[in-house]
């Protein structure tokens, strides 16, 4: 990727340099990377997303900056889980090319050996005796080829469902690593790849995102009454209400301890705040109840904050007034949705 030359490369360096102090960003390792990808022109979806940004007039700010790289420079680390299947699976493929060359080493002995024979009769001077010694040779070296070829068809046979069962096993730990435990919805890595995501799409089509940050009201005093058990129940009814609200390309997700998380794309602010309302009515008409004995626990009821991604915003900041306007929810009494601020960088534009 990197193919320029030493005047070449000085130059894009300069103007990343250039650029970074023009925007008052550190030149650390990461800033540079970006700037230099974008002045090189190499890196398409990069180059496109900062020209989105450029168009719109919007700044770059560190934490900007730095999703630009997560998204499009640095590479993806996998979990330790992915890794150990990976190298299972190298393995075998390496087996599969070992065969593979047995197999190749086979057929090119009995080429030579049928080569040997046409070259013999072509002579014409190959007795009865020596026909016949020539035929048996062939049948016997004919009928050790078809036998590898059976083992080989039999190993290959036994790879590919080796094969199969590595590739179900790396689904399992890619699901695994993306999952809550208790919940079943996505856990919180997965939301912050899924956000970062959002963000770049949002970006490149200029079409809106938005974001719900979700809280269940007095968690902590409902535990401690009832119970740490039937809380883990509650937080998996509260996942259960969020995956029936969402549809297409939403995500739901565990953020953390009683809090949720949901992505909107394609989705304004006044929309999303009629999700979480929608969502906050369905929680809130549900009484929750022990199925075995029929107690009731009462009603379990959300605060939920919405906040409406802006263009050139970093994906800190957009979580940061959803969480705001979530915490305006619960100092107005909980049980409701609030929509966020905007930034002071919008009503600055507004005015």
Request: proline share 2%.
């Amino acid at each position: 990727m990197y193919s320029d030359t030493a005047q070449q490369s000085a130059e894009l360096a300069r103007s990343a340099m250039e650029r970074m102090a023009h925007e008052g960003m550190p030149a650390n390792p990461e800033n540079f990377a970006v700037w230099y990808e974008y002045y090189s022109g190499k890196n398409d979806p990069l180059v496109k997303a900062i020209d989105v940004l450029v168009s719109n007039s919007q700044g770059f700010e560190p934490e900007l900056c730095g999703d630009l790289y997560d998204k499009y420079i640095s590479p993806e680390t996998g979990r330790q889980a992915v890794k150990d299947v990976g190298e299972r699976i190298q393995s075998q493929l390496e087996s599969v090319i070992g065969m593979l060359g047995e197999a190749s080493e086979g057929a090119g002995q009995y080429s030579d050996r049928l080569h040997h024979a046409s070259v013999t009769l072509g002579d014409g001077d190959v007795g009865l005796d020596g026909l016949q010694t020539l035929v048996q040779s062939l049948i016997a070296d004919t009928k050790t080829v078809a036998d590898q070829n059976r083992v080989l068809d039999d190993k290959l046979k036994q790879s590919s469902s080796q094969m199969q069962h590595l590739r179900e096993e790396l689904e399992v730990a890619q699901r695994e690593a993306m999952t809550d435990g208790l919940t079943g919805i996505p856990n919180r890595k997965f939301f912050d790849m899924s956000l970062r995501q959002a963000v770049m799409d949002s970006m490149e089509s200029g079409k809106a995102m938005s974001l719900l940050m979700l809280d269940i009201d007095f968690f902590k005093k409902f535990n401690d009454e009832h119970g740490h058990q039937i809380g883990d129940e509650v937080l998996k009814l509260v996942a259960r209400v969020l995956q029936t609200s969402i549809k297409g390309q939403d995500v739901a997700a565990r953020y953390g301890g009683e809090e949720f998380s949901i992505i909107l794309p394609d989705t304004s602010l006044q929309n999303a705040v009629s999700v979480g309302e929608h969502i906050r009515k369905s929680m809130a008409s549900r009484k929750i109840v022990r199925r075995n004995s029929g107690k009731t626990f009462g009603n379990i009821t959300l605060s939920i904050g919405a906040a409406e991604y802006e263009l050139g915003e970093a994906m800190s900041s957009v979580i940061e007034r959803a969480d705001q306007a979530l915490y305006r929810a619960k100092d107005g009494g909980r049980n409701r949705v609030m929509g966020a601020e905007p930034t002071q960088r919008k009503i600055a534009a507004a005015g």
